[in-house]
């Protein structure tokens, strides 16, 4: 029997255009509008600005529209599990 902590998660890649600490603000906004998003984390010196969630569900088409609708241009870079056999 698996127990809550063994439940793999999805690691969602997204690359994403912020151009504004308004816009990086509306990120957050976004990201803590998830419950099953148990860290993320952004990187702004990369070219991509690569936004990289932790979350119990792919919810990547929908983060990517919710960003969108907010104005940020995104598109997912990779989805999987780890240590998934």
Same mark, same amino acid.
């Given at each position: @029997? @698996?127990? *809550?902590? $063994?439940? *793999?998660q999805?690691?969602?890649?997204? &690359? %994403?255009?912020?151009r &504004? =600490?308004?816009d990086?603000?509306?990120?957050?906004?976004?990201?803590? +509008?998830?419950?099953?998003? &148990?860290?993320w &984390?952004? !990187? #702004?010196? $990369?070219v !991509?600005q690569? #936004?990289?969630?932790?979350?119990d $569900? =792919?919810? +990547?088409?929908e983060?990517? %529209? $919710?960003?969108? %609708? +907010?104005?940020?241009?995104a598109?997912? @870079?990779?989805?999987?599990?780890p =240590?998934?056999?």
């Open positions: @029997m @698996m127990k *809550p902590e $063994d439940t *793999p999805f690691i969602i890649v997204l &690359s %994403t255009v912020i &504004s =600490n308004a990086l603000i509306q990120v957050k906004t976004i990201i803590a +509008s998830y419950k099953c998003i &148990s860290r &984390s952004h !990187d #702004l010196e $990369d !991509d690569v #936004l990289r969630i932790l979350a $569900d =792919n919810i +990547s088409e983060v990517i %529209t $919710d960003l969108k %609708t +907010s104005g940020i241009a598109a997912i @870079m990779e989805v999987f599990i =240590n998934c056999r």
